[in-house]
């Protein structure tokens, strides 16, 4: 089995920065694919960074520049630093992997709100 638990997230105005931590346990397929993801009202879920084994990771393009995304192999926890927040940065983000996601599991998710 495997858990993932999403933290930090929270109302912040635009402009403003969070942290997002998500602790992995548990059977966890490769740290090192870990990724983050998110749901935006009314919208499919994307991902918008992720760990990659051949180069530097990978942003959408609408974050890159303003998120960062870092992992703690020791504590299996990987974080989302997002900075310059902008309201459609609202949503819902997970963190998880492909091998993760082929087994439909999804943790709960942290809700970042961006909004004045």
């Known amino acids: ?3 993932l638990v999403e933290s930090g997230g929270g109302l912040v105005q635009p402009g403003g920065s969070l942290t997002l931590s998500c602790a992995a346990s ?3 397929f490769n740290i090192n694919a870990m990724g983050w993801y998110r749901q935006a009202p009314g919208k499919q879920r994307e991902l918008v960074a992720t760990f990659t084994s051949v180069s530097s990771p990978l942003y959408v ?3 890159k520049g303003r998120f960062a ?3 703690d192999n020791a504590k299996n926890t990987v974080y989302l630093q997002m900075n310059s927040l ?3 940065d609202t949503g819902v983000y997970y963190c998880n992997s492909p091998r993760i ?3 439909g ?3 709960q998710g942290t809700q970042v709100t961006v909004s004045s």
Request: overall charge positive; cysteine-free; hydrophobic content about 30%.
């Open 61 to 63: 393009d609408s974050v």
């Open 1 to 3: 089995q495997v858990q």
């Open 101 to 103: 996601i082929s087994t």
């Open 105 to 107: 599991y999804w943790g």
């Open 69 to 71: 995304i870092s992992r």
């Open 86 to 88: 902008k309201p459609e």
């Open 26 to 28: 548990g059977r966890i």
